[in-house]
Structures are given as structure tokens and as C-alpha cells.
């Protein structure tokens, strides 16, 4: 037998040794304060308010990281027309609406695609029509320093906001 060459057992024993020396040497572990956390998302959401803004109409949720719903879409009304957009109360999920932007009784409006803004004779009180559908595009939502949705798109005022501050806004009225 070699000299030079360690038998296995002179391997299994120094990979034995090595592996209890790793465990044995105490670990320290650093857990940050929540505080710091809360404090940076409190005020992300009014600071992300502070100043007007918006963003333009996109065709892929994943575009960006602005806070957007998905718009539906109706047939024409006309042979070669343009489709109807609309958006409706329901894709806003649990996120405050102020009834000062949509109000109570609104259960969908419609939306122009062209100029990313609402519609202004477009609310409506009625059900969702039933040859509505999902279609790929993405409005931005427009909130407030409480987290209310105070606009949509280029309509209304308040700001876009980024997932960064989802955690600040409130999810319930």
C-alpha cells in the first residue's frame, strides 16, 4: 500500500471530523426588527401619492410592477366595429373604492382603450353583460394616501402605485 495515498477509512474519518467540527461551532443568528419594515411600508403608500401620476395601457400583467386590473371585453356592436371595453367593480377585489370616483351603484364602466381613461358617459348600473369577457389588457389603479382606489388609468386623480407598497393599503372598507 501507497503511503502517499490516504486508505478510505483515513477519508471517512477526516469527512467525519469535518462534518461534527461544522456543527459544533456555534451559530449566531440575526433577526432584523419588524419595526423598520413597518415603518418603510406605512409611509410608502402616501409617499407614492404624494404626486400625481399614471401609467399607460399594457397588454401582460407582468409588464411592470404598477398595481393593474384586467379589462373585459363585448363583441361590436356594428360589423367591423372595434370591441367594447369595460371594467368592473368586481376586478377591483377588496380594495376600497371612494364613491366619490365610482359610486356605489356603478357595477362596471366602460373604458377607452385610446385614451386610457373611463368613459364619461359609460357607468353602468347593470349586470355585467354575458358576452364579456376577459380580454389582454391591463389598466393601472390610481389610490390614494389611505389605499383607496381614487382613479383608473389616466381618469381620476391620485397616483399609480407600485407592488411595492401593496402592503400598506388597506384591504377591507
Known sequence: MDSSTPSNDTKTLARRRLLRGSFSVPAVLTLASGSALADKSATCLAKATKQSSTAPLTTTAGADTFMRVQLMARPP??????????????????????????????????????????MSSGQRTTSVPGDASLVNYWVALRLDATGQIIGLGASGSGSVVGQSCWTSIKTSP
Open 77 to 118: 356592436s356594428t360589423t367591423g366595429g372595434s370591441p367594447r371595453y369595460l371594467v368592473t367593480k368586481a376586478s377591483f377585489g377588496a380594495i376600497p373604492v371612494s364613491t366619490s370616483f365610482w359610486p356605489a351603484s356603478t357595477v362596471w364602466w366602460r373604458f377607452d382603450i385610446g385614451t386610457n381613461t373611463l
